[in-house]
């Protein structure tokens, strides 16, 4: 597939294996108190994330993915959230592939399992509710003149009783650029810079809200249940060459429910290769 189909709907070659190491920081100096925006008067929330993806396809259609993550976040008087943001893994089905149906955008299906994070979720900023449960998902996308993709997923994550489940939406949108510069460096290498713009929004369907962080009306038990909502916006830029990629992003959040209001950047690296070249990396 082109560059620019780096995600799902779309897979690595059968037998070949994705792996991306991911960091991250945010800021948020303010919060919404259910919908309100409310001034953190104490400083900030701060977060840092580091993460690591791996995706391998076992057929031209079904693919294995597994991921982990830690996070580091501290808002003063609010307390800390550190530990390990929860495993996951899962079965990836694509339904169609636009290189075999031409003119059909390529779809894919995911289900997974979601481990349970170590991070304190009794805090008003907690990243979630700190319970394992299970995700879907499903993905659509078209790759244009091998230069320009565009894709769409849909999905969500439930747990057990009462903890609300979350409904997801994205579309992202990605172009190659290939100036004649790189293009010289690249040697005839598949690659270029990559220009991508995001936007992910997450919907809860529980109706627990705090008025203020600073004296909530629930009990600290009760906020692995509330209600987190939020808007995503976020562009960035990629450099691949070959088998590698390596991207950063900034992003911000526009709008939320009972979480803070970030801004942050993000940076990955992804290789690509046949499982057999990553274990002789080891």
């Known amino acids: 597939m082109p560059v620019v189909a780096a995600d799902l709907p779309w897979l690595p070659p059968p037998a070949t294996a994705t792996v991306a190491f991911g960091f991250g920081e945010a800021s948020a100096e ?151 510069t790189l293009d010289r460096i690249l040697g005839g290498m598949e690659g270029g810079v990559i220009l991508r713009a995001s936007y992910r929004r997450e919907f809860s369907t529980g109706d627990l809200d705090i008025a203020d962080p600073y004296t909530p009306k629930l009990r600290p038990s009760e906020f692995p249940e509330l209600a987190r909502e939020y808007s995503r916006g976020g562009v960035g830029m990629a450099i691949a060459a070959g088998a590698l990629e390596v991207s950063a992003e900034a992003f911000r959040y526009m709008g939320g429910r009972n979480v803070g209001n970030f801004t942050g950047v993000a940076a990955r690296a992804t290789l690509k290769a046949d499982l057999a070249t990553l274990l002789g990396l080891l």
């Open 30 to 180: 303010g919060f919404y108190g259910g919908t309100e925006e409310v001034e953190l008067s104490f400083g900030a929330i701060d977060t840092e994330v580091a993460s690591l993806r791996v995706t391998y396809s076992l057929t031209d259609n079904l693919a294995v993915d597994a991921g982990m993550g830690e996070e580091t976040g501290q808002a003063q008087v609010l307390g800390s959230v550190n530990g390990e943001t929860g495993a996951l893994a899962g079965l990836i089905w694509r339904l169609v592939n636009e290189q075999v149906s031409p003119g059909a955008p390529s779809v894919a299906l995911r289900v997974g399992w979601l481990g349970e994070g170590s991070y304190n979720a009794e805090r008003v900023h907690a990243r979630g509710p700190g319970v394992g449960g299970y995700d879907a998902s499903i993905s659509i996308g078209k790759v244009f003149r091998e230069a320009l993709s565009f894709s769409a997923t849909l999905g969500g994550r439930m747990h057990e009783d009462p903890i609300p489940a979350v409904m997801t939406a994205e579309v992202t949108a990605a172009l190659l650029m290939q100036p004649a």
